[in-house]
């Protein structure tokens, strides 16, 4: 069964300073790792993707990488800013008869000070 | 382009009361569809999901049950609602190329 955990469970930064998120999982035959924004309240927005063929993803000021053997995935946010600031989650997908299953870590808060 | 859309998006109910969410998709056929609720102090975690029409899976033993009456409609239901139903629920969909799952925009469901 997979398990994925976030740590830390909370961060807070000065804005302009560049952001670490880790994800760990049990399970190496993870078939796509996923990280998610969500804000108070409301759902969840995708951010980055990696199929588990890939090692890394990049968009804008986000880079996700993946690294099946140790079980890790880390999120950087280059020069963090008050609108960064939210709940950010990963979750490790596996296909079973077609449909993608996410398991979710708890999810790290992170605050970015003005 | 594909759109999810979900619905109400908050929800007070009395323990014992039935419940039904919907949850419908825009812009593509034949989606992978599911329910995920995030409990208080608790991640989110899959309830059912659905690779077909009439075709659900659940993922935990629980009160509730879902059913996909048509291909882009996904509905979650409960004869009698617990106050262990309460929570933020969620709906999702993905298709079967890169697997990329997109989430709607939640239901607070809070039964009292």
């Known amino acids: 069964k997979q398990e994925v955990t976030q740590i830390p469970a909370a961060l807070s930064v000065p804005e302009g300073e560049n952001l670490v998120l880790n994800c760990s999982f049990t399970?190496?035959?993870?078939?796509?790792l996923q990280w998610f924004r969500q804000d108070p309240g409301k759902g969840l927005t995708s951010l980055l993707l990696i199929q588990s063929s890939q090692r890394e993803q990049t968009s804008g000021r986000l880079n996700a990488s993946l690294d099946k053997s140790s079980g890790r995935s880390t999120l950087y946010i280059a020069a963090s800013q008050p609108g960064d600031s939210a709940t950010y989650l990963c979750?490790?997908?596996?296909?079973?008869?077609?449909?993608?299953?996410?398991?979710f870590g708890g999810g790290t808060r992170v605050l970015v000070k003005p | 382009s594909q759109t999810i859309h979900q619905w109400p998006a908050t929800l007070v109910q009395p323990v014992g009361s039935p419940l039904s969410l919907e949850c419908t998709v825009e812009g593509t056929s034949n989606p992978n569809l599911y329910w995920y609720r995030q409990a208080a102090g608790r991640g989110l975690q899959l309830l059912f999901y659905s690779v077909g029409i009439g075709q659900i899976s659940s993922e935990v033993p629980q009160n509730l049950s879902a059913s996909r009456p048509q291909d882009r409609q996904f509905i979650l239901s409960s004869k009698k609602l617990l106050l262990s139903d309460s929570g933020f629920y969620l709906c999702a969909w993905s298709d079967l190329g890169d697997r990329a799952s997109t989430f709607g925009s939640g239901t607070r469901l809070t039964v009292v």
């Open positions: 399970d190496s035959a993870i078939y796509n």
């Open positions: 979750a490790g997908g596996a296909i079973k008869a077609a449909g993608n299953k996410l398991t």
